[in-house]
């Protein structure tokens, strides 16, 4: 059962139609009780950092949702902005981050990008994974994905930084520490591998 995080901030209905047609069921969490049973959990994201850290702390959620990832370690992956709150705070605000996991979401720099349109990074790119992660198992090569944000999250512990990809720099594309991942693309948007991807993360 994968538990989808309803915080009025992510396109909830993409993921449970990725795990309709893969066979595995979801459920939709709206309040802190909805999170009670929760084996897997998807935090969505899209839009500014503060908009959506300030729409989860007013949903009632965010002291269960730390309980059941700090304290019982339930498997969680951060979508996008969904990841970037899972650091310390970012570049696009003011709000303080969910904090668990150590890093900094910071703002690409635009001279140092080759592309006519600079910001925001949008569009289809590579994801190098840099070690053999579960949560890439069948996508190590010629797998891409898709993008849409002007924020990276710059780990300030190396070893959590899964995947890698390169638009001017090179950045974080997926983290993960302990129970806790996170990837900057959406797979939800992202076809085949897309949906591998979120076939794995229910395997881990």
């Known amino acids: 059962m994968i538990t989808l995080i309803d915080y009025g901030v992510g396109n909830i209905f993409a993921f449970q139609n990725v795990y309709k047609r893969l066979n595995i069921p979801t459920k939709i969490a709206k309040t802190a009780a909805d999170l009670d049973d929760a084996q897997k959990l998807i935090l969505p994201g899209v839009g500014a950092f503060d908009y959506a850290m300030g729409q989860l702390n007013a949903s009632g959620m965010r002291q269960k949702l730390d309980e059941l990832v700090l304290e019982k370690n339930i498997p969680i992956i951060g979508i996008c902005v969904g990841m970037q709150m899972m650091g310390n705070r970012s570049d696009e605000g003011n709000s303080e981050g969910l904090k668990w996991i150590d890093a900094d979401i910071l703002k690409f720099d635009e001279s140092l990008i080759q592309q006519r349109t600079k910001l925001p990074h ?6 190098s994974p840099i070690t053999g992660h579960p949560l890439f198992k069948e996508l190590e090569k010629d797998a891409i994905f898709y993008f849409l944000h002007s924020y990276f999250f710059k780990c300030n512990i190396p070893a959590n930084s899964i995947a890698i990809s390169d638009y001017g720099i090179s950045f974080t594309s997926a983290v993960n520490s302990n129970n806790i ?3 900057q ?10 949906e591998k991807l979120l076939h794995n993360f229910a395997q881990l």
């Open 181 to 183: 991942y996170g990837i």
């Open 185 to 194: 693309f959406h797979p939800e948007k992202s076809h085949q591998y897309g």
């Open 122 to 127: 949008m569009g289809w790119n590579d994801v």
